[in-house]
């Protein structure tokens, strides 16, 4: 392969990253030594059903994708075995999975954590992962909002059996 298309494949996967960093809602960045591949093999698994892309870069093309995408905040995580998972619109999930799987295999490190670009701590990671899923907060809202419609209509058909009991 000659020089220009070396630098041409690398270019692209440098801009593969930038367009994840800048498209996704949450980044986490996770330190995988001495992960079993087995184990490996499950998170990805779990973080594929959570619809989360978890992909493993050089950490050369991934610092200059972070200085492209200007999420320079995670310059400093870019080194060891480093793994990158994206979320494009769901930003608990990757922050749900990756928490609750390094409580259970001490190897897996979480380092950073980006939501809407912006650089999040440790605790708000673990706060993100303790909230419920987006599909149990969307249930609880649909609940909220049928309340006073249930409740009116209770109301309706109690007026409505009272009124027939009188005219009985």
Do not use: C, W
């Amino acid at each position: 392969m000659s020089n220009e298309k070396i630098l041409a494949e690398k270019k692209k996967v440098v801009d593969e990253i930038t367009g994840k960093l800048k498209e996704s809602a949450a980044v986490i960045v996770v330190n995988y030594r001495g992960l079993p591949v087995a184990d490996a093999t499950a998170l990805r698994k779990q973080l594929r059903e959570a619809d989360v892309d978890f992909k493993v870069y050089k950490n050369t093309f991934a610092r200059r994708a972070s200085k492209a995408a200007g999420t320079e905040a995670l310059d400093d995580v870019f080194s060891g075995p480093t793994a990158i998972s994206f979320s494009k619109e769901d930003v608990i999930a990757p922050a749900k999975v990756l928490y609750n799987f390094a409580k259970d295999h001490e190897t897996l490190e979480i380092k950073a954590g980006l939501i809407e670009g912006k650089p999040v701590s440790m605790d708000e990671i673990k706060t993100l992962a303790e909230m419920p899923s987006r599909e149990t907060l969307l249930s609880m809202l649909a609940n909220v909002l049928q309340a006073p419609i249930r409740d009116f209509a209770i109301g309706v058909k109690a007026v409505a059996d009272k009124k027939e009991q009188e005219g009985a």
